[in-house]
């Protein structure tokens, strides 16, 4: 099987001086998968979002992206990583106000040149070779049937477990 696009174990995260948020023992997700993440409202999808795009800094275990792991990267090698090869669109859509639709849809390629080389056609091949990921997180079960996998963090997050 090729390598997963995101690969976590024994990750643990705590905001600071707080209790564990999160205390997860293994997560994939595959190359070429839709993952639907189902979690209660403060059950750390968007802490675990934000440790996968390397915003936020797991507190000890591995995350691997793209078969990088994250913690070995310097800040702005996360940025490069994430410029290059992640989307996050948030619920709120944080739309840049004065920029017009299609500038704000192509704005993460004035970040990325690799971006720029994929969506030129320089690299297409590669995109289809490698096969991107999505996942997608939401307190609402109903939307799981829209995709391949769903996982409920609850049953992944030793944090808040009643044994
Ligand atoms: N910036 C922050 N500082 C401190 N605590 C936070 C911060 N963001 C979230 N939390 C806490 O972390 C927990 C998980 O929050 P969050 O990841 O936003 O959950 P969800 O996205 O599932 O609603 C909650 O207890 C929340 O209060
Ligand atoms: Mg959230």
Redesign the pocket.
């Known amino acids: 099987m090729a390598e997963p696009v995101v690969l976590i174990s024994d990750l643990r995260f705590a905001?600071?001086s707080?209790e564990d948020?999160?205390d997860i023992a293994t997560f994939r997700l595959e190359a070429g998968e839709r993952l639907f993440l189902r979690?209660?409202?403060?059950?750390?999808?968007?802490?675990?979002?934000?440790i996968i795009a390397g915003v936020l800094e797991a507190g000890s275990g591995q995350v691997n992206v793209l078969g990088r792991n994250l913690s070995s990267l310097k800040p702005a090698a996360r940025d490069r990583l994430r410029a290059d090869h992640l989307g996050v669109i948030f619920q709120m859509f944080n739309l840049v106000p004065y920029l017009s639709v299609v500038g704000n849809v192509t704005l993460p390629l004035r970040f990325s040149p690799k971006r720029r080389a994929v969506i030129s056609g320089e690299e297409d091949d590669e995109a289809r070779r490698t096969g991107a990921a999505l996942l997608f997180?939401s307190?609402d079960a109903s939307l799981a049937s829209h995709f391949d996998r769903s996982v409920d963090?609850g049953e992944i997050n030793r944090v808040g477990m009643t044994v």
């Open positions: 905001w600071t707080g948020v999160l979690g209660a409202s403060g059950s750390g999808k968007s802490t675990l979002l934000g997180v307190h963090l």
